[in-house]
Structure formats: C-alpha cells, structure tokens
C-alpha cells in the first residue's frame, strides 16, 4: 500500500499549524504516525525577587553582535532565490534521498535537465515507502543540493530550478 504524497502533506501541514503534537494513523495495514517535539516544561523553578536599582547613568552601548557566517550565507541565498528567477524544491519528508528509481538506473534529473510541473525529481524513502518528489515549475536544474543516498529533514532544500 502506497500512501498519497498529496495526503501526507496534507497531514504534516495540520500537525504543524496546530497543538496537536502527535498523529497516528493505519489504514490496510500501513501505518504511518508522526509527531513532532513536545516543549520542555521547567519545573521546580524558585520565584526570584527582582529588585529595582537606582541609576542615573545612561546605560553602556553594547557592541552589535556580527551575523555568524551560516547567517550571512543564508540571507545571500535568499536574496539570490528573490532577485533571480530561482525555485527551491524542498523535502516534504524526513526520510532518504535517491537520485535515481534503483542502483543501477539513471539519475532522474542532473544538472542542466529541463523539468516540467510532474517531473520526477527524485526519490525520498520513508518509513519503507518510495515517494516520488515532483516538479511543480517549469524551468532548468541549476544546482542539486543533496548527495544520494543521504538523509534529509523535513523542509530542506534538495533542488534549485531556474524557471523559465
């Protein structure tokens, strides 16, 4: 039994958007649960008294903390994806990531294929199941953004389509 990729998200995006931090569901035999992580509770935590002191020096100018580099690089790719015509195809899933339909096949796309909306891209294995990852722009496959065989979270990028 294949589960409908469509409904999958479908899912996710409930289990996201709401307080609900777990869902399990079976039908004919396959069953599928995801969760998400629960907030961490303090506990035992002693009330503290505060204290107002008087001071009637202007506060001390703290330096600004520099962006770390992973910061700079991502604001430099999300300026890139605005400016330039550039989709990202993210993962729909936490799960394994293959280029191709089986070892000895060809990759379904490289770089420099031209893709049309239902393009299979590539395959994430999830929980057993092969669920194909489509294409939903036209355009051309400027960069692929995961090795195969690699594991992948939920939401990371995979692809980068230039549209046409």
């Known amino acids: 039994m294949k589960m409908d990729l469509n409904y999958i998200k479908k899912l ?4 996201d958007t709401s307080n609900v931090a ?11 649960k995801l969760s998400k992580p629960r907030p961490k509770i303090a506990a035992n935590l002693a009330p503290v008294n505060f204290t107002p002191i008087q001071n009637n020096n202007p506060p001390e100018q703290l330096p600004v903390s520099k962006a770390t580099e992973a910061e700079k690089i991502e604001v430099a790719k999300a300026e890139i994806l605005k400016s ?3 989709y990202e195809v993210k993962s729909p899933m936490v799960g394994t990531f ?17 893709v049309t909306p239902g393009s299979v891209l590539c395959i994430i294995e999830a929980m057993k199941l092969m669920n194909e990852i489509e294409s939903e722009v036209s ?3 400027i960069k692929i953004l995961v090795d195969n065989t690699q594991p992948v979270e939920y939401n990371q990028p995979l692809f980068l389509i230039e549209k046409n």
């Open 12 to 15: 996710i995006k409930i289990l």
């Open 22 to 32: 777990e869902i399990e569901i079976e039908e004919e035999g396959t069953k599928l």
């Open 84 to 86: 330039e015509n550039i």
């Open 98 to 114: 293959y280029r191709a339909p089986s070892p000895d096949a060809d990759s379904y796309v490289s770089v420099g294929s031209n």
């Open 139 to 141: 355009g051309k496959i």
